[in-house]
Each structure stands twice: as C-alpha cells, then as structure tokens.
C-alpha cells in the first residue's frame, strides 16, 4: 500500500506533525510550498487586506505553488495536512488537490488548530472534492495516537 503525506505548514507546526505521521507510516512526504511565501503580515488574519484573508474570503481564490515531486494518483491513500484557516482549509491545498484526479482516491485530511476543529475543512473538501473518499480526518494538535492511524491505513 502506497501513502503519501502531503501537507502546507505556513508556521512549521503542521510540518512537524507530517514528519511524525510519515515516520510512523513510512509513506512519502511532500510539502506544498507557495511560490510566494506567506509573510508575517500576509497571515495577520485580523487584517481584513491581509494576503491570507483576501484568500480565504474568495472561494475561488487558488495561490500558485511550487511544483510537486509525486503524483496523487500513484498513491492508495493520500493524508492530505494543513493549518485551520477561518474553519477550513487553506487555499493553497484546494490549489494542491485541484491538480489531480481524486476520483476514487482515499484522502485523509490532518490538520492544526488554535483553536478550531477540523470539521468545516472535511465539509468543504467533500463539497469540492465529491469524487474523492475524503474520510473524517485529523486534528493532531496533540500528538498521534499509533493506533487510530493504524487503523485508518488498514480500514478497507
């Protein structure tokens, strides 16, 4: 079975969190990286002008990145890691996933939070992503538990 962990880190707290969880499942590792990398100023999510808030407020908003080693579809089952902006996932992942065909594709989300759970990123991944076998997902603010990712690699 072949995993892959990809993942967006914007303050490396999700990096650290996708190195862990591809250790532990010994799958490949990529990180999605912005062509333009986010500043401090561009994360100020209290700043209505803020790069990442004219993001997030455009449903269609989808950043550049850099170019990707794997392919998704050479994969069985895709973790899919990414910080929690405004309840969902950033954009730049939607710009990540939209460049391959997911149809029929295990992905798991796993995601970080200050505050907010995962919930509204896996609805709206399903929202966009209806091809896809996007299951419930990860909040991994506190470690990974061994055995529920056990599980989920096993779960047929």
């Known amino acids: 079975m072949k995993i892959l962990i990809s993942y967006f880190s914007a303050s490396g707290v999700t990096k650290e969190a996708a190195e862990k969880l591809s250790n532990l499942t010994n799958g490949d590792i990529e990180e ?8 401090e100023e561009d994360l100020d999510w209290k700043n209505k002008k803020s790069r990442s808030s004219l993001e997030m407020k455009n449903e269609n908003s989808r950043p550049k990145i850099l ?3 794997y392919n998704l579809e050479d994969y069985d089952i895709i973790f899919i890691g990414y ?4 309840y969902i996932e950033p954009r730049i992942v939607d710009t990540y ?8 594709k295990r992905i798991v989300p796993f995601a970080t ?9 896996i ?16 909040l991994l603010n506190h470690g990974i538990n061994e055995e529920l990712i056990t599980k989920i690699i096993n779960k047929k």
Do not use: Q, V
């Open 113 to 121: 939070s200050g505050g907010s759970g995962i919930e509204g990123s």
């Open 123 to 138: 609805k709206h991944l399903k929202y966009l992503y209806k091809d896809a076998k996007i299951e419930d997902g990860l």
């Open 83 to 86: 910080p929690i902006w405004w």
């Open 67 to 69: 170019a990707n080693k």
């Open 32 to 39: 999605i990286i912005p062509k333009e990398i986010y500043t």
């Open 97 to 104: 996933l939209d460049k391959f065909s997911l149809k029929g």
